[in-house]
């Protein structure tokens, strides 16, 4: 029995500092594919909110979309990919509709547009098929305050901090508990 107490005192200690760990990565891996001007993708998902309607009526402005990443795409997947929309030289996020796949070259175009406003892009620069099409999620997250990136940092900073600090707290406990000398 005292055993058992002691490997779940340890597991007390072991997976708060795992999840810690694991925020860390997360916040920094965000962070840099943010910097880069990409999608934050965690564990081959990638999140978005929609901002232009050239897939109405099958993805409107302002839906929230999971994307995942896929060995392979198909004719008529609705997928995620960096293009040069603007020819400033900056690749953004688009989601279209593939039309045609040859050799390795994917044709995209978005429902909305015109037949001939269409996009062709490398296997290499789609980052996902979309997976799933939320409205409501969309209006949650496209509160104005939810759309500064800034914010969003600062409350995930404030989650992960007020956490390891509970954690921390705990784990001083324990070795308190670990100290006091026990009644035989």
């Known amino acids: 029995m005292v055993k058992k107490v002691k490997i779940f005192k340890k597991l007390i200690i072991i997976i708060p500092a795992l999840i810690i760990i694991l925020a860390f ?7 840099i594919s943010i910097k880069n001007n990409k999608v934050p993708s965690i ?12 897939m109405d009526p099958v993805i409107k402005i302002g839906d929230f979309i999971i994307v995942k990443d896929q060995k392979k795409y198909y004719e008529g997947d609705i997928v995620s990919f960096y ?12 989601t279209h509709q593939i039309i045609k796949i040859e050799n390795d070259v994917y044709t995209l175009k978005g429902s909305a547009t015109l037949d001939n406003d269409v996009q062709i892009v490398e296997e290499k620069d789609i980052y996902g098929k979309v997976i799933h099409i939320s409205s409501i999620l969309g209006q949650v997250f496209g509160l104005k305050f939810l759309k500064n990136r800034s914010i969003i940092f600062l409350g995930l900073t404030l989650c992960l901090a007020i956490f390891a600090i509970y954690q921390i707290l705990n784990i001083i406990k324990i070795m308190k508990e670990n100290k006091k000398p026990s009644k035989s």
Do not use: A, E, M, R
């Open 83 to 94: 293009y040069d929309i603007n020819n400033d030289g900056i690749k953004d996020s688009v």
């Open 25 to 31: 990565f997360l916040i920094i891996k965000i962070s």
């Open 43 to 54: 564990f081959g998902y990638s999140f978005s909110i929609v901002g232009t309607g050239s």
